[in-house]
């Protein structure tokens, strides 16, 4: 069995739910391992000289390599089977909380470590376009499914257990392992702060959001995502994990969080699920709520530039297969400018990058990382 | 079959879930009062979405194919999904002390075992085989197949 700490709000799954989504798991896994890494060969083997011979040259860009690269045989298979285990993915999940879902609201009423976590749900709330124009990496329904009404937990209960699948449990036993990566990203670039009051931006069921709250355990940290499902999971899974945490449904394009509020305004892989318009109201906003002298640390997926076009293509993956279209245009985009033009002086802010916390957690160890690769974090202080 | 069944469950459900309680349902649960004793609600689950929006990327030329495709992962993941279920029937078995379980690796089918056995496969092999080979039945036989619009004109007539 995999690894996913079995908390009282995870769902559990009958003997072949489980069993399918062990198959999920391990089919990523050797997709992973054995099938992707072919591309590569097959794009240096057989895609690049072919495109060589014809044009003279070598592919410019990854949108060059990606016109070729989709008509390959192999690079097709691959990309035919990774989709449909991400779709399986959600249907292995699917039919457990489908079925256990009253028992788990029953759960998520309880207050067993009497924390002092709170949930603000708005009356009139209004889910952002690029929400719903398609469900985000094909979870069916998306943030906003409420299959049985208005107070669903459904849309978090599923996905709390389908990222561990996803990440294939390295996002760690407690998908937390993105937060830990910008806590020791703070750690170690702002030391000897004692935050007194975090956000975490999109912050889905609250996986990062409580690593903060458990990092700075005297810190006020709040949580917010335009999913209603998602916070109100997010409560009871802090909740029944005995973790204080605040989260209210919000979209981070304009929260109701007073001027100068916040020491540290965090998002992990957010803001490629935005838009073009709602990226710069984001740090905008970011800008506003932060105390001067705060920190604001926006954790998202590699850009374009500085990679070369086959690795850049093979990023572009989930955009193009799994519904996370705006990384497309996240990657070329000039986040500094960005940050400038929403308030924060040049010489203050900054695209830096950090390797995951469990890639560094393994090198210590003296063991070998599995995935080496440095995130990007748009990086400011006001 | 099993996909069947869950349809069937499935539809079932749609029609046990009327509106009208399940806005009571919810209507019980906003507002946030002593959670101690929930009210036993209908503890009916409800159909949850089971296709993402969102336009589905073809990846072969011949989008019967992409079908195909995710027709054999589904397969080879109940494939998997048996596999274990029979790997838990042997653990149990064992562990209820019915029989060792290595005597299924030693086990030596008889002679009249063995030919059951034997038919039983070759059957399984030709029924999947059966697509490739169909065409060669029409080959071999003795008048040329017709084309459909020839029957058409067979059965007109």
């Known amino acids: 069995m995999d690894t996913q700490i079995r908390h009282p709000m995870l769902v559990r799954g009958k003997h072949d739910e489980l069993s399918r989504q062990q198959f999920v798991h391990n089919l990523r896994l050797c997709l992973a391992a054995d099938v992707m890494p072919g591309n590569r060969t097959v794009y240096e083997k057989r895609v690049k000289p072919a495109f060589r011979k014809k044009n003279k040259r070598d592919p410019k860009n990854r949108h060059e390599v990606r016109r070729e690269m989709t008509k390959d045989p192999y690079y097709r298979l691959f990309s035919a089977s990774q989709r449909a285990s991400q779709e399986m993915m959600w249907d292995s999940v699917t039919d457990s909380v489908e079925r256990e879902l009253p028992e788990l609201k029953k759960r998520a009423r309880g207050n067993p470590h009497k924390t002092k976590g709170t949930l603000r749900i708005p009356k009139n709330f209004k889910v952002p376009a690029y929400h ?37 449990g390295g996002m760690g036993n407690m998908n937390d392992d993105l937060g830990k990566t910008v806590i020791g990203y703070y750690r170690e670039n702002f030391p000897g702060e004692s935050p007194a009051r975090i956000l975490d931006m999109g912050c889905s069921v609250g996986h990062s959001t409580l690593a903060w709250a458990q990092a700075y355990p005297d810190a006020e940290v709040h949580g917010l995502d335009c999913g209603e499902g998602m916070v109100r999971y997010a409560h009871a899974r802090a909740r029944n994990l005995g973790i204080t945490a ?15 509020h916040f020491d540290v305004v965090v998002s992990h892989i957010m803001l490629h699920e935005t838009s073009s318009t709602a990226i710069n109201s984001i740090i905008r906003e970011t800008h506003r709520i932060l105390k001067p ?31 996370e279209t705006f990384l497309v245009r996240l990657r070329d985009m000039d986040w500094k400018k960005i940050a400038v033009d929403a308030g924060f002086k040049p010489n203050k802010c900054k695209v830096d990058g ?29 | 079959m099993a996909r069947a069944k869950k349809a069937k469950a499935k539809a079932k459900r749609k029609a046990v879930a009327k509106p009208a309680k399940k806005n009571a349902a919810a209507k019980k649960a906003t507002p946030k009062k002593k959670a101690g004793k929930a009210k036993k609600t209908a503890a009916k689950s409800a159909p949850m979405p089971r296709a993402a929006k969102g ?7 011949d989008p019967a194919v992409d079908k195909l495709h995710l027709m054999v992962m589904a397969l080879i993941e109940e494939l ?35 030919a059951e056995r034997t038919g039983r496969r070759i059957a399984y092999i030709r029924r999947v085989m059966k697509g490739i080979t169909d065409e060669l039945e029409n080959l071999h036989g003795e008048d040329p197949a017709l084309e459909f619009d020839e029957v058409v004109d067979v059965i007109s007539s």
Do not use: C
Request: proline share 5%; aromatic share 12%.
């Open chain 1, 132 to 168: 719903t124009a398609a469900d985000i990496h094909l979870q069916p329904g998306g943030y906003h499914a409420t299959p049985d009404g208005k107070d669903s937990i459904a849309a978090g209960a599923l996905y709390d257990r389908s990222v561990f699948l996803y990440a294939i």
């Open chain 1, 246 to 260: 605040h989260f209210s449904q919000q979209n981070a394009e304009k929260t109701d969080f007073p001027d100068e």
């Open chain 1, 293 to 323: 002298g705060g920190v604001m640390m926006h954790l998202d997926l590699m850009r374009d530039q500085g990679m070369n076009p086959y690795d850049s293509f093979m990023m572009d993956w989930e955009a193009y297969n799994n519904n």
């Open chain 1, 354 to 382: 950090s390797m995951l916390n469990i890639s560094k957690e393994m090198i210590k160890a003296g063991q070998e990382p599995h995935y080496t690769a440095t995130f990007p974090i748009l990086v400011g202080r006001k």
């Open chain 2, 55 to 61: 336009k589905r990327p073809q990846y072969f030329e």
């Open chain 2, 80 to 114: 998997s999904v048996t596999r274990d279920r029979l790997d838990t029937v042997e653990r149990l078995i064992e562990k209820h002390g019915l029989f060792q379980v290595q005597e299924i690796e030693d086990f030596f089918p008889d002679l009249q075992a063995d």
